[in-house]
């Protein structure tokens, strides 16, 4: 069975500082997606990041990155030099292909808090 | 471009009714999800839609639990005689293409339905 588990619920850092939000997935499918989203205090779910399960290279957005590692199953966010507006609650998922699952399954979030 | 709109954006209703809650997809968007995200549950897939095929309806919670998709484009989710354990935000999503696990989806502002 499918699960994404980010077991972090809380963090708290002071501004500048970097932040690593963990994800860890199990999927009996050998090719799968993985995606990132932020919710802010808004309330709507932003897109961040869709990795496939073929493309272990890691990516880089401004002071966003993302390390996938497919040995731990591990899609872990980084957030460098953190600012007030990243704070938000964050979402991994997963979607799987071979299973013919057309919905995305969440982690419970990490909700970051970034202290000016 | 519009984003995916839902409405009412807030609804309070009376154990024992009927609701309605409205998705408008991104235009263009051929595939359409429903999610819950309540405090216990975190974010729970409901029902997705493609095209003219049967929805994937693996996620609603009960049979008081329904959703429809007219012309390829508005969605409606239905809760009958609704329950306290209905109080949740409802979230829409929408996504371009339809490949298995590519979906890249995006998010309505969600509907918070709050059963007395």
């Known amino acids: 069975a499918q699960k994404v588990t980010q077991a972090q619920t809380e963090i708290s850092v002071v501004e500048k500082e970097d932040v690593t939000l963990d994800c860890v997935y199990e999927?009996?499918?050998?090719?799968?997606?993985l995606f990132w989203y932020k919710q802010p205090p808004s309330g709507e779910l932003v897109f961040l990041i869709r990795r496939n399960s073929f493309d272990e290279q890691n990516e880089i957005s401004g002071r966003y990155s993302w390390n996938f590692q497919k040995s731990t199953s591990s899609f872990n966010f980084t957030i460098t030099a953190s600012q007030v507006v990243d704070s938000a609650v964050y979402f991994c998922a997963l979607s799987e292909v071979q299973t013919g699952a057309n919905n995305l399954f969440f982690g419970t979030g990490t909700r970051l808090t970034v202290i000016p | 471009g519009a984003g995916v709109s839902q409405s009412p954006s807030n609804k309070v209703t009376e154990k024992g009714k009927d609701v309605e809650l409205r998705c408008d997809p991104i235009s263009g968007h051929t595939a359409l999800y429903w999610y819950r995200q309540s405090l216990g549950q975190g974010l729970e897939f409901l029902i997705y839609?493609?095209?003219?095929?049967?929805?994937?309806k693996s996620g609603l919670p009960s049979d008081r639990f329904s959703a429809e998709r007219t012309g390829g484009s508005v969605s409606t989710l239905t809760i009958q005689r609704t329950q306290q354990e209905d109080s949740a935000v409802y979230l829409c999503?929408?996504?371009?293409?339809?490949?298995?696990?590519?979906?890249?989806?995006?998010f309505g502002p969600g509907t918070r339905l709050t059963v007395l």
């Open positions: 999503a929408s996504s371009r293409l339809a490949g298995r696990g590519y979906n890249e989806q995006f």
């Open positions: 839609f493609q095209g003219n095929s049967a929805p994937d």
């Open positions: 999927t009996r499918d050998t090719t799968y997606y």
